[in-house]
């Protein structure tokens, strides 16, 4: 997926504090107390079954917008915006479906591509393609900067996480131009049942005006 696309789609919360990261061993290798940080992070991902949160979305351009997202792992994600953002993005179990209602305009994108595409893998493992940059530390919240191995001039993504209990509860999207988009996750479900149709999108969901299925005032 074009980064520009996954900046409109997610976001996390700027930090107002500057913090020094770890860096890895020229071998590749982390200290022990890095290493078990990034094992407890993977452990957390691939524990999780159904997810459920609201998220507010910001840029560093100024936009502002708030939305629902749901996961079902592996492979099913529904990120929705409440109004007036028209914008829509669904993984049916064989792609990703991006719908941008504005325009009328829907796209498809392999399971492979984009920066988070580790959310909807069979195993979350940070030794692969989406491989950790470095670590960072502050008042209870764990950073972790993933970037892609194989282009990491594209850009990064900062995964922020709540350590007691651990839950990720926000995220930070950096392109290759130094644009931010971030987000703060929160009212989080774990557990849930979620129905099918969440993770569907037909041409029904394109032109029907309620396809919206989040809480919204």
Same mark, same amino acid.
């Given at each position: 997926?074009?980064?520009?696309?996954?900046?409109?789609?997610? *976001?996390?919360? &700027? /930090? #107002?504090?500057?913090?020094?990261? =770890?860096?890895?061993?020229?071998?590749?290798?982390?200290?022990?107390?890095?290493?078990?940080?990034?094992?407890?992070?993977?452990?957390?991902?691939?524990?999780?079954?159904?997810?459920?949160?609201?998220?507010?979305?910001?840029?560093?351009?100024?936009?502002?917008?708030?939305?629902?997202?749901?996961?079902?792992?592996?492979?099913?994600?529904?990120?929705?915006?409440?109004?007036?953002?028209?914008?829509?993005?669904?993984?049916?179990?064989?792609?990703?479906?991006?719908?941008?209602?504005?325009?009328?305009?829907?796209?498809?994108?392999?399971?492979?591509?984009?920066? *988070?595409?580790? &959310? /909807? #893998?069979?195993?979350?493992?940070? =030794?692969?393609?989406?491989?950790?940059?470095?670590?960072?530390?502050?008042?209870?919240?764990?950073?972790?900067?993933?970037?892609?191995?194989?282009?990491?001039?594209?850009?990064?993504?900062?995964?922020?996480?709540?350590?007691?209990?651990?839950?990720?509860?926000?995220?930070?999207?950096?392109?290759?131009?130094?644009?931010?988009?971030?987000?703060?996750?929160?009212?989080?479900?774990?557990?849930?049942?979620?129905?099918?149709?969440?993770?569907?999108?037909?041409?029904?969901?394109?032109?029907?005006?309620?396809?919206?299925?989040?809480?919204?005032?």
């Amino acid at each position: 997926m074009p980064w520009g696309i996954t900046m409109r789609l997610l *976001f996390c919360l &700027l /930090l #107002s504090f500057v913090m020094v990261p =770890s860096i890895a061993h020229s071998d590749g290798g982390w200290p022990a107390g890095d290493q078990a940080d990034i094992d407890k992070v993977e452990a957390f991902l691939n524990g999780i079954d159904t997810y459920r949160a609201r998220f507010i979305q910001t840029s560093s351009g100024g936009g502002y917008s708030e939305g629902w997202l749901w996961l079902q792992r592996p492979r099913f994600l529904r990120v929705e915006y409440a109004p007036p953002n028209d914008l829509l993005l669904v993984a049916d179990g064989n792609f990703l479906i991006f719908f941008d209602r504005d325009i009328d305009q829907v796209s498809q994108f392999a399971y492979n591509t984009g920066p *988070f595409r580790f &959310l /909807l #893998s069979e195993e979350v493992d940070f =030794s692969q393609d989406m491989i950790v940059n470095a670590i960072e530390r502050r008042a209870g919240l764990l950073r972790i900067k993933l970037v892609d191995e194989s282009d990491p001039g594209q850009g990064t993504v900062t995964l922020v996480f709540e350590e007691t209990p651990m839950r990720l509860v926000k995220w930070e999207v950096t392109d290759a131009e130094t644009k931010v988009t971030r987000v703060t996750l929160y009212g989080h479900s774990f557990g849930l049942p979620l129905e099918r149709k969440l993770f569907r999108f037909t041409g029904h969901d394109r032109i029907r005006r309620d396809y919206r299925y989040g809480e919204y005032e």
